[in-house]
């Protein structure tokens, strides 16, 4: 797709929206740039074998979208291990956490990256306002 996300990418943007407007929330957008972000640090968990929000150079999700260009990051979401769309969003939608970032009716910007490699597939939401 020309936004950015692979097929399974896109599912996951697709059963973000579906979750969103069961909740109310009105439907998150693909974005180009969170979705090179997400697929970026995804790569990045598995090329270097951390499972964290906080890269083990210190830096934050936070940290490394502004060191992209990036503002306006409101949350991230990571998974580990989930071999299909369906299968991440169940995992996310179980944890509270998770789940708080995907309903945030606040967020109207998502992008998805998925790496598959050993330990993974490893998944990363960058929700953005």
Known sequence: PSDGHSADEA?????????RAQAGCGPVRAN???????????K??????FFSHTDPDGRSPWDRASAAGISGLGG??????????????????NSPGHRANILNCEFRTLGVGAHVAAGG???TQDFGF
């Open 11 to 19: 599912a996951v943007l697709a059963l973000v929206n579906q979750e």
């Open 32 to 42: 180009p740039p969170l979705a090179a972000l997400a697929g970026s640090f995804s």
């Open 44 to 49: 990045d968990m598995a090329v270097r074998g």
């Open 76 to 93: 991230e979401n990571i998974a580990r291990g989930q071999g299909d769309a369906e299968a991440v969003m169940k995992a996310w939608m």
């Open 121 to 123: 597939p490893w998944w």
